[in-house]
């Protein structure tokens, strides 16, 4: 697991949780919501696998006229 999240304590991730949700609750524009989610992205963890480089990338075109929020890699 990544370094960050191993030393993470419970009452760090609880505040976490409390800002993303207070995000939810009063962010008219996705851009909070979006950056809180790429600067936590243990958010993910059942999702990616958190380990080596960053799995997670955020703002990724397809062609000229899509962009995804995020793309993860998974390798098994």
Same mark, same amino acid.
């Given at each position: 697991?990544?370094?960050?999240?191993?030393?993470?304590?419970?009452? %760090? &991730?609880?505040? !976490?949780?409390?800002?993303?949700?207070?995000? +939810?609750?009063?962010?008219?524009? %996705?851009?909070?919501?979006? %950056?809180? +989610?790429?600067? !936590?992205?243990?958010? @993910? !963890?059942?999702?990616?696998? +958190?380990?080596?480089?960053?799995?997670?990338?955020?703002?990724?075109?397809?062609?000229?006229? @899509? &962009?995804?929020? @995020?793309?993860? @890699?998974?390798? %098994?």
């Amino acid at each position: 697991m990544d370094r960050f999240v191993s030393t993470l304590t419970s009452a %760090e &991730v609880q505040g !976490h949780i409390l800002e993303y949700a207070s995000l +939810l609750d009063t962010s008219p524009d %996705e851009r909070p919501i979006h %950056e809180f +989610l790429a600067n !936590h992205s243990y958010f @993910f !963890h059942h999702l990616l696998r +958190l380990s080596g480089q960053s799995p997670l990338y955020s703002k990724i075109r397809l062609g000229d006229q @899509f &962009v995804v929020d @995020f793309a993860g @890699f998974r390798q %098994e």
